[in-house]
């Protein structure tokens, strides 16, 4: 073997081997891993074996001997460690909240976990100790960014800013900025809450009616948080907004806001890697050759993973995310329009039994689509045996065959004519959403530390699951007008409500839908402040599904999709370098 002599040499031997080996998304991802690199949990061994392997990747930024030097990624890292002595050294509990506040809605809390959770742990502390005497702000900060962590804090809090009649005093309405806050507290309120109910009703008929008396700067806040509220929006498709507010904000961060620019350039060159990977095992899939039907909407599939699982370490989990999100994508079509009955019940049961022996009689587009869901399906299996030791085919194999088996049922209705009762549509497409298909991939994949509790508890659909499958399943149906369906392949919610309350009209029957879609959320911001055996981080992709289905079917009618996906992917962000 050759014996490397000195820094330099080393330098350029890696390099050498990178280049060599190692495409240059490959590299991009390892690298930005290494950048991200924290002891975290892991033991000193465990920490300088990983620190180890990672700086292979990035000769440039330990090695200031090597050809050269990344300053980008220099000035990143130094940023970082200014910021986490900033974060640390707030002692003031309203500014910690509003800064966290910043952070969070940057995009860039992955970086300060630590920190953050420090800083609400204390401040819950002090919260479940000495209750609150806060002006409306900071009381609003403070529940938000609660219970947003999972802390289960009283909505009691705001008791106090009622008058004698108990209504929200009339003075309140001459605070915008407070009504705000306290319009955004209020969507993360849960069944039996009815004082934020009628917060919610007091901000928006306050706001609605107040935008003549407003500073146009902060009319155009109040119309974006009104459109959709912080707590339905998905953070990283809000991020580029985000920065753009924030950058207008006199009291800025100067450090915070490079630190999010360069974050964001960051990401996206990252994302941009992975969406060329994935649309190289499209093209070399091929589906479309032998699937007529098979939309090539690659860069659509690859926003849901970017939404639920954004952070940079979770690279390799968005790529085969994406693939999976494919596959549900083309079953649907299979069993919406392209095959017959026979072929459907073949199918299924090829499903169930996961015997590639089941192929033979296939019609070559099932066998062609079963055969690659297989390939896929066993990659993602190794992959996660490797790392954990635990074989998750099974679990898996299940997940898909609770996709199939509603999507047939769907496919008999339609087929027949049959009109089922809402609750029976209901309880059999929310599982055909493939929500939980999502969701289980997910967990599995995120690298968490899986054992057999937890994996047969996600399996066994729980409520935390059923809750964004439901809200996906009913945004998807009121994004369709029932003239637009009657060309369609599927049944919908408001069709079976509607045929069962034969008095009530269309608009009656989308109000119903839509306070239920308001119900499911309750009960998934209630599921959230349960203890489980899962890490937050899951908690919070399970969060971000139910909010990237709300963004793609309420703002389906315009290019806001579209728009999110340029900005994700191609616009990168000018750097503010002035103080």
């Known amino acids: 073997m050759t014996k490397v002599r000195d820094k330099s040499e080393l330098g350029n031997f890696f390099g050498s081997i990178n280049e060599k080996y190692f495409p240059d998304f490959v590299r991009e991802r390892k690298e930005v891993e290494f950048i991200e690199l924290q002891q975290g949990n892991l033991s000193v061994e465990q920490y300088a074996a990983k620190f180890a392997e990672l700086s292979r990747y990035a000769p440039h930024i330990i090695n200031t001997a090597a050809p050269k030097v990344d300053l980008k990624a220099t000035r990143f890292r130094d940023l970082k460690r200014k910021l986490k002595r900033v974060i640390s050294g707030v002692s003031n509990e309203v500014k910690i909240m509003a800064l966290i506040d910043h952070i969070q809605r940057l995009s860039v809390a992955y970086h ?56 929200f005093k009339p003075s309140l309405s001459e605070d915008f900025i407070g009504m705000l806050n306290l319009y955004e507290a209020s969507h993360l309120r849960i069944q039996g809450e009815d004082i934020m109910d009628e917060a919610l009703g007091f901000c928006v008929e306050h706001l609605s009616t107040s935008m003549h008396r407003i500073e146009p700067n902060i009319v155009k806040i109040v119309k974006h948080a009104l459109k959709l509220p912080l707590h339905f929006r998905t953070p990283r498709l809000e991020t580029r907004h985000y920065i753009e507010v924030y950058k207008e904000d006199p009291q800025r961060n100067q450090d915070l806001l490079e630190f999010a620019q360069r974050d964001f350039n960051m990401v996206q060159s990252l994302y941009r890697g992975e969406l060329k990977e994935v649309s190289r095992w499209w093209l070399e899939l091929d589906m479309a050759k032998e699937l007529a039907f098979a939309p090539d909407q690659i860069h659509h599939w690859f926003m849901w993973p970017v939404a639920i699982v954004p952070e940079p370490k979770y690279s390799e989990c968005r790529v085969d995310m994406t693939k999976v999100i494919s596959f549900i994508y083309l079953i649907d079509d299979i069993y919406d329009v392209y095959g017959s009955m026979d072929e459907l019940e073949l199918f299924t049961q090829a499903i169930t039994r996961w015997d590639l022996s089941e192929i033979h009689g296939f019609p ?9 869901l297989h390939g896929v399906t066993r990659d993602i299996a190794r992959k996660i045996h490797k790392n954990h030791g635990f074989d998750i085919t ?37 599982t055909s959403t493939g929500v939980h298909v999502v969701l289980i991939h997910t967990y599995f994949l995120m690298g968490h530390k899986v054992t057999r509790e937890t994996a047969r508890l996600i399996s066994n659909d729980p409520q935390f699951i059923r809750c964004p499958a439901t809200i996906q399943r009913l945004w998807d149906d009121l994004s369709t007008s029932m003239e637009e369906r009657d060309g369609g392949d599927d049944a919908s919610y408001i069709e079976s409500y509607m045929k069962e309350h034969e008095d009530e009209s ?34 919070i992709s399970v969060l971000n599904i139910s909010r990237i289905a709300q963004v793609v079917y309420q703002t389906q009618e315009d290019s806001t999709v579209k728009d999110h996906m340029k900005s994700l992917l191609l616009d990168p962000i000018s750097l503010s370098l002035d103080s």
């Not at 609150?132 to 009283?154: M, T, W």
């Not at 070559?364 to 690659?372: D, F, G």
């Not at 008999?412 to 609750?423: E, N």
Request: net charge positive.
């Open 112 to 167: 300060f976990e630590m920190e953050i959770e420090a800083a609400l742990g204390g401040i819950y502390r002090g919260f479940s100790t000495h209750g609150s005497d806060d002006n409306l702000l900071v009381a609003y900060l403070k529940f938000r960014l609660l219970r947003q962590h999972g802390y289960n804090v009283s909505s009691n809090v705001f008791n106090k800013f009622k008058d004698g009649n108990g209504n």
């Open 364 to 372: 070559k587009y099932m066998n062609v689509c079963y055969l690659a």
């Open 394 to 430: 099974d679990y898996l194999r299940q997940a898909w065959t609770s996709l199939c088996e509603p999507d047939l049922v769907q496919a008999k209705w339609f087929r027949s004519g049959q009109v089922p009762r809402a609750k029976e549509y209901l309880k059999n497409a929310v």
């Open 506 to 539: 269309e608009e009656s029957a989308r109000e119903h839908t839509t306070n239920l879609i308001i119900t499911m959320w309750k009960r998934r911001i209630h599921e959230s402040l349960k203890p489980n055996p899962f890490q937050h981080s899951f908690t």
